[in-house]
Each structure stands twice: as structure tokens, then as C-alpha cells.
């Protein structure tokens, strides 16, 4: 594991010398969110200490430092991603950026939706809103090693107006093979919206190879500032798109009978931005392009096999991930025996946090692991071996001392 | 750190009293948590004024579990008008902790809730 140096750049995050409950905190729950590094922390006072003020609006020196500021931060997304620059609208965060595209798109009565049983509710949601317009939601199945059903996108009906999926599960793991189905519906005619949130922290992403229309993720995933997050959309589909929210700074002139709109991204970022993120979140790419996405990729891997490998050999725990073609570190588990709060509590004790509950994806929860809540470890590149066998030995000794393995 | 006393309740919490669904029950309700997945449902049986008998089905993690089941095992023979001014206070106390973190009230207070629910419904008797 030496695709990047952990120990030198863990002492990036302040956070991570924090002490919890008498123990060194491990943080296994970066796919809630991630922590951040000080170049991201510091750059944000920096942002109010020299550059504040509201862009796009004023002429003066400040305001053109914060436009600056603000439209760098697009480029390195742009960059980031391989898109253009006014092909990345600013939102949010993830679920910000589906649901802009749920009112957006041009959905109708008997058109098709297909989403599939992997996603997060931010996902669900928005879609199943559509269904009071007569807009029909289908719901792609998964196997037992928790891969989409690919068959569904080679069979789907002419109807299929938007194929969404997510890129990488936040509680299964899987890495789903966007491009190839990416490809398989464009060909039968269906837009396509990836659900990057668990994917673009962890892998290079890049919207032309995968060949999307639509990408969602959210900066505070990706070492990034809450309150920030992108919505890719693809040039030559965007007119096809209705507005969203209106307001201030997404119109070219306004006369009281005839407003005309500003192209995109503006368009779409109707009111005062988050500047502020915007800049943290540039910052974080800054961050990670100095490591080299290729490198965390590698690192994230070398992580989860190991995680896999040695939760495995725990007896009286039930492992739900690290099962499909492709997957991430994000282990999802129940100690047999136990509710998956009460094992988050007992690991909190010791230091360790981890995730527990349905990880707003209940119907796959539910459904496919057959369980009412499950615990979730998810690591970022900021973990180490060291980290995983402290872990394996606390939950091995709550195994022993509640479990009913 | 004394909702670590809430651990010594594990044999309660792998067979709690009062559970199980009865033969005779006069009404039923569901309590749920939906950030941790709790599920239950509580049976309630009156006789006037008074709570006959209680009983509760479903999982959820120990802290829910064994409030709940103390709580049903607290309320057979109390007068129907007790519960209503319930809170987690009461839970507290007969789990015999003092404090209750933020994270984990809703756990405590999804069994009472759901039987606050049924005493309610059927209040007009
Ligand atoms: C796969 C996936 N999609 C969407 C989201 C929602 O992200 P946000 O809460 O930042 O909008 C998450 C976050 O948990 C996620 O893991």
C-alpha cells in the first residue's frame, strides 16, 4: 500500500489527532462524510480574510477577486470531471443536484424512469415525486453479489426516458460499470444521470469516457466544505432543460413582459452562490490532483481488500459488501445477534466511528439485505492497515462479548 | 457514560418480558424509528379505566428493546389517564440512568410513544 504516503499526509487533517473517549479517534465514516486538510480549512479563512465580497454583481477590487475566485473553482471542476467549464453548475450537494434535474427535465405522462435498488433515497425520491405527473418509476434489480441487472437496460422499453444510477453504492459498495450502461441506453434513446457522490472522492471520473449526460456529486465527500456540490450537465442537452429556481444573476435582461435567460451554467444558479465552498471545494481538488486521483484509486483498493479480508475472518459477523466485479471501501455488516446502533455505540467507546442504520437507502436495506439496519465502515485515504486491525480486534471482542455468533 | 447501564439489560434485551402478540387485545399500534430502523408493535388490553395487560412485537436495539419491555411491564394495572403525562423522564427512570444522549432519546421513547398512540385512540371509551 504505497501508492501514497498515509503517514505524511495524515498530518494534514488536525481532526485526526483528535482524542475520542480516551482513544485515538479511527474514522471509518467518510462515505457520510470526509474529514478535511488544513489546506482547505486555513484556505477558507484565507477566502474571508482577503477575497469576500459578492461576484458577479459589483465592479470593485474585491468583487473581481471573488468572481475570480469563484469562476477558478468552475475550472477545476471542469478539469477534475473533463468538462467544460460552463457545462458545471454549482448546487448544494447531491441531492440538490438530482432533484434541480427531476423539475428540470422534460418528463411526461407514461415516460420512464429507471433507477435501480442500489440508491441512496436522494435518488428514490425526486423520481417517485414524478409519479403524480403519470411519470412511471422502475426500479432495476440487483444480484445476490449486489451487481445491477444489466439485462434490464439491454431489454428496457422505448419509453425509458432517463436511465439514473448511481456510480458507486454507499451502503453495498458496488462500483457500477457506468459507461457500459451508459452506452446501452443511449442507444435506446434514454438521457443518463450518474449519481457520483460515493465515486468522484474515491476514483478518477470522467464524464466523457463514461459518456454521461447528467453528473451529481457533493464536495463535502471529497475533502471539500459542506454546503457545495455539482451538478454536471452535458452542453448540448441543456436546452432541452426547464428552469429551476429564478432570481438574481440566471437571467440576461429582465423587462416586466419579456425576461431573457442566461445560458449555462447561470441559468441554474438563481440567487447569491456559496462562494465560500465553491473555493474550499477547489481547494480539495487542489488537494487531491496533488496526489493524483489514479493513486487514491489504488490506495482506496488496496484498503478495501484488506478490510474485506480481514472482517472476513471475524466469525458472528454477517458482511454484505466486497462481493460484486467491482467495489469499494465501504464494508456494510451486523455483528449476528446484535442491533447495529448498539454495535456503533460499543465501537464508539473504543474511539472508532462508524455509520449504522439504513444509510438513507431503506427499500435496499430492507429488501435485498433482509435486515432492519446494518452497520457501515467507510474508509477514505486518510486510513491505514494499522487502523483496520485496531478495528477487526473491537468488533472481534464485542463479537465474544454480545454477539451470538 | 451511564447509558452504559443500559448494557447490563442484554439478557432482557434476548428475551424481553411482555413480548409476543396475545390472543385478546383491544388495540394495537406501531412505533417506528426510521433512522435506526426500530420496528415495534405495542397490544394493549383495558379493563375500565385501567391498563389490563401490554405487550409488544418487533426489534430494535437494545435500548429500545428493554424500554419498551420495561415499560410494558410497568404499566399493567395503571390507570389509563398515567400515561398521557409520560416522558422520557419515566423511561429514564426504569432503566436507571440518568442520562440519555441526544443520539439515543429516540430509541428510548419509541415504545412509549406508540402506546401514548393507542391510549389515545381509543380514549372516547
Ligand atoms: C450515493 C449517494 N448519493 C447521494 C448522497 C446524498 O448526498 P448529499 O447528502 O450530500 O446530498 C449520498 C450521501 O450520503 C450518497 O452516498
Redesign the interface.
Known sequence: MNSLNVQRLRKDFPILKKKVNGHNLIYFDSAATSQKPKQVIDGIKYFYENLNSNPLRSIHYLAERATEAYSDARDKVAKFINAAPEEIVFVRNTTEAINLLSFALPLAKDDIVATTYLEHHSNLLPWFNLRNKGVMVEIVDVDKNMDLDLSYYEDMSEKTKLVTLSHESNVSGTINDAKKISRIAHKKGAMVLVDAAQSVPHLPVDVKELDVDFLAFSGHKMLGPFGIGVLYVRKSISNQLSNFLSGGEMIKSVRLNDVVYADLPNRFEAGTQNIEGAYGLGLAIDYLNAIGMRNVEKYGHALALELFEKMGQIKGLEIYGGKSRNFGAIAAFNVK??????VA?FLDKKGIAIR???HCA?PF??DKLR???ACRASLYLYNTSHEIDTFCGELKKIVNT?G?G | MD?DKV?EF?DLY?NPEQFGKPKDFDVEEEGFS??????FTVYLKFDGDSIRDVHFEG?????S?VSISKLCSALRGRRRSSVPKMGIDDVKKLLGVKTISMS?AR?ATVGLDAIKLAVEKTGDE
Do not use: A, K, M, P
Open positions: 445477534g446484535l442491533h447495529s446502533h448498539d455505540y449504522s442504520g439504513f431503506q436495506v430492507e435486515v432492519n439496519g454480545y451470538r | 447509558e448494557y442484554l434476548r426510521e433512522s435506526c430502523g426500530d420496528n426489534s430494535g436495539c437494545i435500548i428493546t439515543r430509541c
